[in-house]
């Protein structure tokens, strides 16, 4: 029977199906229409035609593709965990190890879950880095930006909310400490913290409560806020398309079809990273400490990698400022980025301008040579440090101020760097500062967070 009687006789589940995911009737053979099925489907979510010069991998590094895969593999290896953990401060640590120990590739799959989540951080951070040294934020892209933010946001707080479930020292512990810090918010910190657990301690209230963020309200705003964020990027039309500062933005790129051209790419590395991420997992196990055990703290306690840059801010600063005043005012002047008044549209124009491109490694110098002088001077300075009171809170902020003033005006003297390019030399500087914290809160600090060789650190 030929296909266009076919679908006459065909029932109303037929036909819905048909209109659904297969478009019209295609003429040509099986192998034809097979294709043309599969691209009707997927051109519900991508492009017919994708820009040439965006396909350069160097351009993207196709890192958001990357946090998707990790999103969509943390989902998979999390639904299957499901069937094992426990949610109660009883039985969660057993049935870890259980599915460790006693379930098929159990291991492998809670590995693989630990290592996905961790690289999403690191790759959605990178993500952003990208995003904003290509201008990727200008004008038709700025709310894209803020989706952005709040994606990370709730990457961070999975990562948070899933550290605790294993139940062992190490996220006892270290949720201890990162809950401790909101009692630092003034006037409404103390509830914040109960808030947070669920009551005055870590208990059993705190894990059901982090299980339910973690496993529904977290995976539900990550699908929703995806998909806004997808959808934004398609509204303009793909990704921003590279260009030197003299060159207009072009009105009608010359473009190429999705598919194979961006499709056959985007598999390629989505495989690869795929078979990265089981590598790791199969020669680096998840961690897990012994049971948690609330009478004994490990020595030192360290909050989870990825907010100890501001666990080490705590040791050189008022708590105010380092818990509320710094993540604060870095939160809102990420999100106002692509809100400040430019010169121009500079979407696409890496790093702006050949003055933005100095003034950039000008700052990354700056940020990996001053922050670690920094942080001995910090710890060097004489006895008593008592940080919540006059001279010694003020200190280190006086000193922070002092390099950041010296910074822009020798630019300013050096460069003439114009007020779009000091913003920026600013972020990277910032960012740059962030990640030497980070380095020495996971390396360098020893026992009572004293500053320590990693080697001499040990377990
Ligand atoms: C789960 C986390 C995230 C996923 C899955 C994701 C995914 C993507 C994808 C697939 C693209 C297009 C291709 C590419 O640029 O590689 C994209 C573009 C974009 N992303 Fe993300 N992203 C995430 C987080 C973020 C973050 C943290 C920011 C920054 C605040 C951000 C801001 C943007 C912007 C502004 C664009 C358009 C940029 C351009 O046109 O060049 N995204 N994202």
Redesign the pocket.
Same mark, same amino acid.
């Given at each position: 029977m030929a296909e266009e009687d076919r679908q006459q006789h065909d029932g109303l589940f037929h036909r819905i199906w048909r209109s659904v995911f297969r478009g019209p009737v295609i003429p040509g053979n099986d192998r034809d229409r097979r294709w043309v099925v599969f691209n009707t489907l997927l051109l519900h979510f991508r492009p017919t035609q994708v820009p040439e010069r965006t396909l350069r991998y160097t351009h993207?590094f !196709?890192?958001? !593709?990357m946090?998707?895969v990790l /999103?969509l593999l943390l989902f998979a290896t999390g639904i299957l965990m499901m069937f094992v953990y426990q949610p109660s401060p009883a039985a969660a640590y057993d049935s870890v190890t259980s599915l460790q120990e006693d379930v098929l590739f159990g291991r492998l799959v809670r590995n693989t879950h630990h290592w996905s989540a961790n690289f999403l951080v690191g790759i959605?951070l990178l &993500? +952003?880095l990208r995003?904003y040294l290509?201008g990727?934020?200008h004008t038709p892209?700025q709310f894209?930006?803020v989706v !952005?933010?709040v994606?990370?946001l709730f990457?961070l707080v999975g990562n948070f909310t899933g550290y605790l479930l294993p139940w062992d020292q190490l996220s006892y512990w270290a949720i201890t400490i990162s809950t401790a810090m909101l009692a630092y918010v003034p006037r409404v910190g103390e509830r914040l913290q109960q808030l947070a657990r669920g009551g005055p301690e870590i208990s059993s209230a705190t894990l059901i409560g982090f299980y339910t963020l973690h496993t529904t309200v977290v995976p539900a705003v +990550?699908i929703a806020v995806?998909a806004l &964020?997808?959808w934004r /990027?398609r509204k303009?039309r793909g /990704? /921003?398309i590279p260009r030197r500062p003299d060159e207009a933005v072009e009105d009608k790129p010359v473009s190429v079809l999705f598919l194979p051209n961006l499709l056959t790419r985007e598999v390629a590395a989505a495989c690869a990273l795929v078979a990265v991420v089981v590598l790791v997992s199969v020669l680096c196990n998840a961690p897990l400490g012994a049971e948690a055990n609330p009478g004994m703290s490990p020595n030192p306690a360290k909050a989870p990698w990825y907010f100890l840059g501001f666990q080490e801010l705590l040791l050189h600063f008022h708590p105010v400022i380092a818990v509320v005043l710094i993540p604060l005012a870095l939160a809102v002047f990420f999100a106002a980025l692509p809100y400040i008044r430019y010169r121009e549209n500079l979407s696409g124009v890496w790093m702006m301008s050949a003055v933005g491109r100095r003034a950039g490694i000008a700052a990354v110098v700056t940020g990996f040579v001053v922050t670690p002088v920094l942080i001995v001077a910090d710890e060097l300075r004489p006895a008593p440090v008592d940080l919540s009171s006059g001279l010694s809170g003020i200190l280190p902020v006086v000193a922070v101020l002092a390099v950041i003033a010296v910074f822009v005006f020798v630019l300013q003297r050096r460069l003439a760097l114009p007020k779009e390019e000091t913003v920026q030399a600013l972020v990277i500087l910032m960012l740059a500062a962030m990640v030497v914290l980070t380095v020495v809160g996971v390396w360098f600090r020893g026992a009572g967070m004293s500053l320590a060789w990693p080697w001499e650190i040990g377990g």
């Open positions: 993207t !196709g890192l958001g !593709g946090s998707l /999103v959605a &993500h +952003l995003v290509t990727g934020y892209r894209n930006w !952005g933010l994606l990370l990457i +990550l995806s &964020h997808f /990027v303009a /990704v /921003v």
